[in-house]
């Protein structure tokens, strides 16, 4: 038995305003080829299958095609569980069609916690896994508020209602194993944050419940569980040092600060109860880069990737003494004629200036975002009568991204 768990796909991400479709779709045909030259018999998506709770059409085809081909292969079964990201009522929707192909998907918890208990057959009909299909548990779904509780008690009550659901679905999942002999494995998925997880700057993670951390020591999970299969954080990672307590991780870089970093899907080979757990490397679709330094060392390492021919897309953090008012102008001439592209620009110098204009006490935090860009005025000695109509535009332009982000929720 040999089961692929992956992770935080976020199909429908945007980098910085550029669409990722071709490396989706590009991760999906390796993924496919992966499953049928490994053997996989089933597959686990542990949460966050889209970016956002409303994905758009390019995305729900790329899910649904690959879906689709996952029941062409050798892969018997597909189970895909709701992340932080998804719409439960979205993924749920198909679920009783996709059952058909052997894709079974949990978007919402159920009061019926037997419902996530699945029990999945070979091609005789005989019971090969036990899947404790846990989809992403929302505060609504663990907790009642009360009025007057403290952040502690929230806290407290988060964590014992996540402990909770998972000491139902393991004891369901127990006598499941009772009644078919004793020797058939038990997986659960979890899209959570486990205490004591890695995270990168700018990977996108969010906290999962607002006031709170609720980090899940490892020790809520039941020892009955033979592999847990986890998803939300992007780093691929063993909880606590287990084999087989992973996170899998998310198979593309969701930031800069993931560039460098070894994606992985893994690979879960069972010996009656006992698995052997493997990395498989996920290559890179679409280089990312980025550049720290000052003028002389962020130019000379542009120079250098493009003597390579490389087709990197870029951030660039300027960190040099020199002010340089004119740093994105410079830029887009230096990659003007390679097949680079500058995504994200930072100067930080520009900041620290904003930030000396400040008091002792006072942080960017401090500031409402009008006044952060008056002061960049001020730093870049724009003349008073540009200010007017930039300061009209620049309110034009915030007002945009909220209504955007209004419509996105």
Known sequence: MKILHTSDWHLGRALYGRKRYEEYEAFLDWLADTIHNSGIDVLIVAGDVFDTTA????????????????ASLCCRHVVVVSGNHDSPSFLDAPKDLLRALEVHVTGSPSENREDEVLVLRDKQGVPE????AVPYLRDRDIRSAEAGESIEDKERKLLEGIGDHYASVAALAEERRREFGGDIPVVATGHLFAAGG???????????YVGSLAHVNANVFPPSF???????LHVPQKVNGSETVRYSGSPLPLGFGEARQQKSVCVAEFEGRDATVRLVPVPVFQQLEQIRGDWGRISGRIFELASRGSRAWLEVVYEGDEILPDLRERLEETVRNTYMEVLRVKNSRIIDRVLAQAGDEETLEDLEVEDVFLRCLDVREVPEDQRSELLTAYREAVQSVHEDDGQAE
């Open 55 to 70: 994905p758009g059409n390019r995305a729900q085809e790329l899910y649904y095609g690959f879906l689709c081909r996952a």
């Open 198 to 208: 890695r995270t990168v700057e700018g990977d996108g993670v969010r906290e999962l």
């Open 129 to 132: 896994l036990i899947v404790c």
């Open 226 to 232: 033979d592999y847990l299969a986890l998803g939300h």
